[in-house]
């Protein structure tokens, strides 16, 4: 099986969305890991569905799958970051989030994405933890039951420092409809579990996967070879459980320079495919000199 890649816009936010798509295209990408935000398809925009039909097409006619993504910054509210959350004491703001993530499966549904995918937040000082849980069951049950009925994967992202921070913590929630939004690079972070370990544990609940390379305890994107993560282990992981769908990349603080790291990183992930027992060789032979900026794996 040869995995496919997506690449996020969230790591090309100085690109317009159609640019951006052509560039992760041109670059040999097999989707788009699209974050929805302001000056990318604006999902409160009044012309969002005649937006999300326009990159429901462009897609298609460059062959590209997709995934959704809901963290951007200031979407909701100008004044702060990510906020209102799921875990927000006042209920009008929690609402707001839960209308924002149907939005987002409804745009989800128009391009046909493998998943969308969404995280807890973070509760704020003061808030009591348990009744923060309440709220975020409630939403989750909300948003998991939409998704279910327009036919989209609803997939929950544990996220250092949130609510739901840890592979346990979304084990615990209990919630059957719910798929797991996978960023190998947290379990780095948290050192929780060894990222490839994840992949083999939670394999049957797994909805969308991102990669990057991260430094143990630091919660830091970082492109490949700058961190602690065994990209070739993930990978082989991936192999192992047929993972089928999309393995996003997200190189959010690497925007400024788009035109260089969206090529560069699905070089590296190409000379980190290794023959084995049921893997498949290489598609590339290994390069003799080292990608520019990035350590040969």
């Given at each position: 099986m040869t ?5 996020n816009?969230n790591g ?7 640019d951006a798509?052509?560039?992760?295209k ?16 604006d999902?409160?925009a009044e ?11 462009l897609?298609?006619?460059l062959d590209l799958?997709s ?7 200031f979407?909701l ?5 990510h906020e ?12 707001r989030?839960?209308?924002f ?5 409804e745009?989800g ?6 998943a969308?995918s969404?995280?807890?937040g973070?509760p704020?000082p ?12 409630e ?14 994967v609803?997939a929950?992202?544990?996220e ?10 979304f ?5 059957p ?12 972070v ?9 992949v083999?544990e ?5 909805g969308?996967?991102?990669i ?14 700058e961190?602690?993560m ?5 990978l082989?992981?991936?192999d192992?459980?047929n ?8 190189l ?7 035109d ?18 049921g893997?498949?060789?290489?598609d ?6 080292a990608?520019?900026?990035?350590p040969t794996?």
């Amino acid at each position: 099986m040869t995995l496919r890649f997506a690449y996020n816009t969230n790591g090309t936010a100085h690109h317009r969305i159609e640019d951006a798509i052509r560039l992760i295209k041109d670059a040999g990408y097999d989707g788009v890991a699209l974050t929805l935000d302001i000056h990318h398809l604006d999902p409160f925009a009044e012309t969002w569905v005649v937006e999300a039909d326009r990159i429901a097409s462009l897609l298609d006619r460059l062959d590209l799958g997709s995934v959704i993504e809901t963290g951007a910054r200031f979407l909701l509210d100008p004044t702060a970051k990510h906020e209102p959350t799921l875990v927000t004491a006042d209920a009008s703001g929690r609402a707001r989030r839960v209308g924002f993530l149907k939005r987002s499966i409804e745009i989800g549904k128009i391009l046909q994405a493998e998943a969308v995918s969404f995280w807890a937040g973070v509760p704020k000082p003061g808030v009591d933890r348990n009744e923060a849980r309440g709220w975020l069951i409630e939403g989750l049950r909300e948003v998991a039951d939409f998704a279910a009925e327009k036919g989209v994967v609803a997939a929950l992202e544990p996220e250092p420092g949130m609510l739901i921070e840890t592979l346990d913590d979304f084990a615990g929630l209990d919630l059957p409809g719910l798929s797991l939004a996978l960023d190998t690079g947290h379990c780095l972070v948290t050192q929780e579990r060894d990222p490839a370990q994840a992949v083999h544990e939670f394999a049957a609940r797994l909805g969308t996967v991102a990669i990057e390379d991260m430094k143990r305890g630091e919660h830091i994107h970082l492109p490949f070879g700058e961190g602690d993560m065994d990209v070739p282990a993930v990978l082989d992981a991936l192999d192992a459980v047929n993972f089928e769908k999309l393995v996003c990349v997200e190189l959010s603080r690497d925007s400024h320079r788009a035109d260089v790291m969206v090529g560069q990183a699905l070089d590296y992930l190409r000379t980190c495919r290794r023959p084995g027992p049921g893997l498949p060789a290489p598609d590339t032979a290994p390069r003799e000199t080292a990608v520019p900026g990035l350590p040969t794996p």
